[in-house]
């Protein structure tokens, strides 16, 4: 069975609340609004992703005679997301899939950007150094996020996945 942080990252809405409060506080509202979702359905999702440790309770502010709690994610908490099996490295995937297909129907063509893709064999020193960077690129655009349409923003998306796979058995592992 996934753990509860892999069920709280299934949900498409989910991830997209996680990289809109990166590296800053919403409420509810305020995120249904940017999001184009409804306020009882965004503040469902954030409270699914509190319960799990994905986003942090910042503050409480009054809002016309109401509480409004305003979250924000720490890209770090990405680290407690365990996935022990390859069933729910594959549910991971999907979900990551699934919202890259999403942003990749609002690319701006033309505009600068990266791509990298590949299936190969590296010395175990260069798979580290690979992993460090893509941690601190991630880290590097997590820390820069600003609120939605700051002026002289660009709108941007990042999926890195790195992992390590099996080793295919082949008659020259066998002898």
């Known amino acids: 069975m996934p753990t509860e942080e892999l069920r709280a990252l ?15 506080a919403m409420s509810a509202a305020e995120a249904a609004r940017e999001l184009g979702e409804t306020q009882a359905n965004v503040s469902y999702h954030l409270r699914r992703l509190h319960a799990v440790g994905l986003l942090d309770l910042v503050e409480e502010v009054e809002v016309r005679g109401g509480k409004a709690k305003r979250y924000r994610h720490d890209p770090e908490s990405g680290n407690r997301v365990s996935a022990r099996t390859t069933e729910e490295h594959q549910l991971l995937a999907a979900a990551l899939a699934e919202e890259l297909r999403r942003r990749t129907a609002q690319r701006l063509v033309g505009a600068r950007g990266a791509m990298s893709d590949a299936e ?8 580290n150094q690979a992993i460090d960077k893509a941690g601190e690129l991630g880290m590097l655009l997590h820390d820069a996020a600003q609120r939605p349409h700051t002026p002289g923003t660009v709108r941007v998306a990042a999926t890195v996945v790195l992992f390590e796979m099996e080793r ?8």
Do not use: I, M
């Open 10 to 24: 299934a949900h498409p809405l989910r991830l997209r609340l996680l990289s809109l409060l990166t590296n800053q």
């Open 120 to 127: 190969l064999w590296v010395d175990p020193q260069v798979w």
């Open 168 to 175: 295919p058995q082949t008659q020259k592992d066998e002898a």
